[in-house]
């Protein structure tokens, strides 16, 4: 059974960074497309950025040049790496993973058949 895992929210000022951590257990990540998503309450859930199995990548283009996403297989985490975080930031952050390689949909909720519990950001003007 795969469990999947966040963690590295917190709060932060506008500016600053943060990293936030997703383990993937129960089997391994390299053979899996994984991403993260976020949702503010009452929104829609929001694709952030994905790396695909092939270690290819898509990111949102609100995040584009700020968010970098990696991921560590030997280590069974993928992590993302937040920069010049701003208040429009402030989310639920989620990780999801589904096995073998997603198309042009990595950024899309529907493909993803396991989910963490989400870590929250905030971000304070």
Known sequence: QVHVSESGGGSVQTGGSLTLSCVVSGDLLGAYSVAWFRQVYGKEREGVAGIRSDGTTSYADSVKGRFTISKDNAKNTLYL???????????????????????PQLLEPYVYNFWGQGTQVTVSS
Not at 81 to 103: F, H, I
């Open 81 to 103: 790496q937040m920069n010049s975080l701003k208040p429009e930031d402030t989310a639920m952050y989620s990780c999801a993973a589904q096995r073998w390689c997603v198309g």
